[in-house]
């Protein structure tokens, strides 16, 4: 096994960092996640939700309804 020159030493940095340009080139051009999370607004399902639409929970009506029941059951206690 013999040893590298400084030559060889600096190819290989500059194609490890030939390389790792590359990589990161093609990271930045990618297309975007399509993940739930990725093309939802901020602040989903509450009240600062930047979408009116979207600014209530689908499950909140039953929720409320549960809660609702929660404390009817302890008045009657």
């Known amino acids: 096994m013999s040893r590298k020159t400084s030559k060889e ?3 290989d940095k500059a194609r490890r960092e030939k390389a ?8 930045i051009k990618a297309p975007p996640h399509k993940t739930g999370s990725a093309k939802d607004p901020p602040y989903l399902f509450t009240c600062l939700c930047p ?5 209530e929970s689908k499950y909140a009506p039953m929720l409320r ?7 009817e059951k302890n008045r009657r206690k």
Do not use: F, V, W
């Not at 790792?20 to 990271?27: D, G, K, R």
């Not at 979408?51 to 600014?55: L, Q, S, T, V």
């Not at 309804?65 to 404390?71: C, D, E, N, T």
């Open 9 to 11: 030493y600096r190819e």
């Open 20 to 27: 790792l340009q590359a990589e990161i080139a093609m990271a």
């Open 51 to 55: 979408d009116p639409n979207r600014r």
């Open 65 to 71: 309804i549960h809660k609702s029941m929660l404390h």
